[in-house]
């Protein structure tokens, strides 16, 4: 059975790529005894990195999930990716988390990913605290990168530490609330602490950060700040008890350093995770929506309330599915059976596990607060709600973000094209942001993702895993269509051709929706110009013809058909003709309503060396790229752009050649915009 609730901590990794969180998970495995040999991520060895993907290219792709304990707690652990192509994982891990370890670079500070992180810890109102890493590396800047944090994130950060040593001289941490010196023992890993008084020489200004520390906590509480004011000696119960407060509410995020490749700073983390972030008795209860009467319920965290749960995440391995679970309320137990209500069906849960990353487990059952997995669902879907069969409720839906990026794929031998659709019928399953279809015009399967890399991935684990040798087209830009004026439009579908015909005539009003709305109808007929049973199929049709556009054959996206008249005839009539008829109706409304393409634009931001600067901003230029920021670091540029996708492929090797190999970049999804006329024309007739 799990720890009691108090004693219970559900929590992400999460940062920028390349920030060490992989590094940082697997010291924590091993200074909790989960493993016994560190493996590292260069190595291509770290636990939490089990995909071959991921330990050739040393990043993290899909989230592990991981159970240890340290001092007589339970924490479950996500280790989440940093590249962007891979957000997904990082969205859908905070929907079940309750607080996150924020890694920073110690040299890089806030980075694009970074930020991406930070604002789905808002969104999500997850607590966390923040873990500079890397502070052995050259120019490695713990303070700085607070300031960086508390200047762009608007974190209100406040340092619990003071590093000693710089760069290859970081040795030791001293801890602002018990005024001591940690040294980690080098001869046994750093798995020794040996405590010791402040150095002299670094006395003042441990007490400067300790006083600062406490006034910043102080603040937190009208009671403390009172007797702070007044010079009374707080005490340390009280000031960590108003900073868990703090945190909890997400007022304040205490700030802790390190070196996780070095070994240095690692139990400090955990104790800190213990002390800090929320046990699931510390947070508000999950929201679910009863089927029965629509109603909204409070899912208790509590093992007496019926059974509510959230799969969160799928994976496919040798072993079978394995459907990742919150429980939020109730006990979910080994042979029993449960409903899953977003797709109405009654399953048996086979097997429960606990995962230390690739190890299973076993397990009798998983309790309110717990995270775990269950084998061999047959029937599940990442954001699917599993609950007991007496008490049906929807908890809240983890969003997918909308492919950007497609290309054509095909087997290299026919006979593997049945294998072929399996295979990505179970990765669209573990994957949301994965789409495939067939596309008639060039009678290919046409997959759809986040990015160059995603699809790179899908495409590499369908040789890998599933054994389908395919090849894969060139990179298509996911372009939209859409209406820029309200328009009115008629679509009439008579067809006579001996015996019943076919009649359908429906008159639509089309209004431009804002950017990201998609698609709305709404049924404006009055007077029964059209029967009641028909208009499911006239918005069926309108929903079928917007996959096709009109200009160029892409998606037609963000409007509102306001239905409003039209006609029927008493035997001609049926759902067939009027779905037709609206489809018409929506072609003549793109001929009317001044239909234009828009084009995925994303937010670049790229770090070089200042001797390449001039060369950088040049060429994002060329590719109709915005600049919209650039900032001195202490030995780089970095250059902020919306460039549009179509003008990225490629991006990474040029920028390498560009530069000699010295810049990076990361780049991320950012808005859909309009595409200039003269660049409109040419992809219409390349489509022609």
């Known amino acids: 059975m799990s720890k009691q609730l108090d004693k219970m901590r559900n929590i992400g990794i999460a940062a920028h790529i390349d920030s060490g969180k992989t590094t940082v998970t697997e010291r924590i495995l091993y200074y909790t005894g989960v493993v016994h040999k560190i493996g590292e991520v260069h190595e291509g060895a770290a636990t939490t990195d089990f995909m071959p993907q991921e330990q050739e290219r040393g990043i993290t792709i899909q989230s592990a999930a991981i159970t240890c304990e340290w001092k007589d707690n339970q924490i479950n652990i996500i280790d989440t990716p940093g590249h962007v192509d891979f957000t997904i994982e ?17 040299v890089g500070g806030v980075q694009p990913q970074s930020e991406t992180v930070w604002r789905q810890t808002n969104r999500y109102k997850v607590p966390r605290i923040v873990f500079v890493n890397k502070m052995d590396r050259v120019g490695a800047d713990y303070f700085k990168v607070i300031d960086q944090i508390n200047l762009k994130l608007q974190g209100n950060v406040v340092p619990m530490q003071l590093p000693v040593g710089e760069s290859e001289n970081f040795s030791a941490i001293i801890d602002l609330f018990s005024m001591k010196m940690y040294i980690f023992d080098d001869k046994d890993r750093g798995s020794s602490l040996i405590i010791k008084d402040i150095p002299a020489d670094l006395l003042s200004r441990a007490q400067d950060l300790r006083s600062t520390m406490i006034e910043k906590i102080c603040e937190l509480e009208e009671s403390l700040s009172e007797r702070f004011l ?63 009467n629509n109603q909204e319920v409070e899912c208790l965290a509590k093992n007496s309330e019926p059974l509510a749960g959230l799969v969160f995440k799928i994976i496919t391995d040798q072993f079978g599915v394995l459907s990742f679970v919150r429980i939020y309320s109730g006990v979910l137990r080994s042979g029993s059976y449960v409903m899953n209500v977003n797709k109405g069906t009654k399953d048996r849960v086979s097997r429960l596990v606990r995962l230390r990353a690739s190890k299973k487990e076993e397990v009798d059952s998983l309790s ?25 409720l929807l908890l809240e839906k983890i969003d997918v973000p909308a492919p950007v990026i497609s290309a054509s794929i095909e087997p290299a031998n026919k006979s593997d094209y049945e294998k072929m659709i399996l295979s990505l019928r179970k990765m669209t399953q573990e994957d949301p942001s994965l789409h495939f279809t067939f596309d008639k015009e060039i009678g290919q399967t046409v997959i759809r993702g986040m990015g160059e890399l995603h699809l790179e991935i899908v ?24 209406i820029q004026r309200a328009v009115n439009a008629e ?44 208009i499911p199929a006239i918005q069926k049709g309108l929903e079928e013809a917007k996959e096709i556009g009109v200009l160029a054959g892409y998606q037609i996206v963000d409007f509102k058909a306001i239905l409003y008249d039209g006609s029927y005839h008493d035997v001609d009539s049926s759902e067939l003709a009027f779905k037709v008829a609206a489809s018409l109706c929506l072609k003549d ?69 560009m530069t000699k190999g010295r810049a990076t970049y990361s780049m991320e999804f950012f808005a859909y915009r309009e595409v200039p006329k003269v660049i409109q024309d040419s992809i219409i007739e390349s489509k022609k």
């Open 230 to 292: 007044e010079g009374d000696n707080i005490s340390e119960l009280d000031l960590k008890q108003a900073l868990r407060k703090g945190v909890l509410e997400r007022r304040i995020t205490p700030a802790f350093c390190g070196t996780a490749f070095k070994n240095k700073g690692i139990q400090l983390l955990l104790d800190a995770v213990v002390e800090y972030l929320p046990s699931p008795n510390d947070i508000d209860s999950a929201k679910g929506i009863l089927v029965s």
């Open 90 to 106: 990082v969205g859908r891990s905070l929907r079940v988390l309750d607080g996150v370890i924020a890694v920073f670079c110690g």
């Open 589 to 657: 409304a793109m001929q009317k309503a001044n239909a234009c393409l828009l084009e995925p634009i994303m937010r670049v931001e790229v770090e070089t060396p200042a001797d390449y600067f001039g060369d950088v901003m040049g060429d994002l230029n060329s590719r109709r790229g915005k600049i919209t920021g650039m900032e001195s670091q202490s030995d780089a540029q970095s250059i902020i752009a919306e460039v549009p996708l179509g003008h990225m492929f490629g991006y990474s090797t040029e920028l390498r050649s």
């Open 368 to 392: 309110a607060g717990d995270i775990g997995a269950i084998v061999g669902l047959k029937d599940s879907s990442t954001g699917d709600t599993i609950c007991d069969e007496s008490r049906q």
């Open 491 to 534: 679509g009439k579908y008579i067809k006579q051709s001996g015996g019943r015909g076919n009649y359908g005539h429906v008159k639509i009003k089309f209004e431009p929706l804002a950017r990201g709305k998609g698609f709305e109808f709404e049924n404006a007929i009055v007077g029964g110009s059209i029967p009641r049973e028909y």
């Open 459 to 482: 495409v590499d684990r369908l040789k890998r895993e599933h054994k389908v040798e395919v090849s894969q087209g060139k990179l298509q830009v996911a372009y939209k269509e859409t």
